[in-house]
């Protein structure tokens, strides 16, 4: 268990109504992301964090933005949701050991645009 | 770029069955090899690992080894049961860049395991 918590876990929104989801993390890890998840597509980088205020963009950026304001809490948002943003996403976190990085998952959010 | 290629099924067979998903890779470097396994409706969880070549991960009767000179981490059970039913990725993340690169995905091998 990886301390990961993301919230909420299932939503239902409207075409063009702003959605935020939370990814909240206990162990103080520096490296958060998001990533989405379709069929067809497996998982694919949304945006990355390395720290308090430092985000950068991923392989999917468009139509979202991301805010760290505290080192345990990743937020992503959806400005303007759109039908091609219903998926489900996931929160990970970067643990450095002395074997490299691994990668843990929080559960999963499910979102629905309609 | 880093990519990574897996059979995606659904790959369907007998409990008791032998079990390999193949998985290939492109990367520069030495990246580090993750196999997931995702149960439906449930979150990624990390199943095994391999840092270097010749390593091998192995969790729960799963097996897999970093081959570097075939760039392969082939996922193997020698008996699966029904309960091993779910979606297998194979990923890999650089070992420089200390995090940035995050993972580079397969598209995920649907797994089915009938009685």
């Known amino acids: 268990d990886a301390g990961i918590t993301q919230s909420p876990r299932h939503k239902v929104t409207e075409t063009g109504t702003p959605v935020t989801l939370r990814c909240h993390q206990t162990?103080?890890?520096?490296?958060m992301y998001w990533y989405r998840q379709d069929p067809g597509h497996g998982l694919r980088l949304i945006h990355y964090?390395?720290?308090?205020?430092?985000?950068d963009k991923g392989e999917v950026s468009d139509g979202y933005s991301v805010s760290r304001s505290k080192t345990e809490d990743f937020l992503l948002t959806l400005e303007s949701a759109t039908s091609s943003q219903t998926s489900v996403y996931f929160c990970?976190?970067?643990?450095?050991?002395?074997?490299?990085?691994?990668?843990?998952f929080g559960e999963g959010s499910w979102l629905t645009v309609v | 770029g880093n990519s990574v290629t897996q059979m995606e099924g659904p790959v369907t067979l007998s409990e008791e069955a032998f079990l390999t998903i193949n998985c290939t890779y492109t990367?520069?470097?030495?990246?580090?090899l993750f196999w997931y396994v995702q149960y439906p409706g449930e979150g990624l969880q990390l199943l095994l690992k391999a840092t270097k070549a010749d390593d091998k991960g192995s969790n729960k009767g799963f097996e897999a080894t970093y081959r570097k000179e075939t760039t392969s981490f082939h996922l193997e059970k020698g008996s699966v049961q029904v309960s091993d039913s779910a979606v297998y990725f194979c990923a890999l993340t650089p070992n420089s860049g200390g995090g940035a690169d995050g993972l580079t995905f397969g598209k995920g091998t649907h797994l089915i395991i009938q009685p």
């Open positions: 990367a520069t470097g030495y990246p580090s």
């Open positions: 964090s390395y720290g308090v205020k430092d985000t």
């Open positions: 162990e103080n890890h520096r490296y």
């Open positions: 990970a976190i970067s643990e450095t050991g002395a074997r490299g990085n691994t990668i843990y």
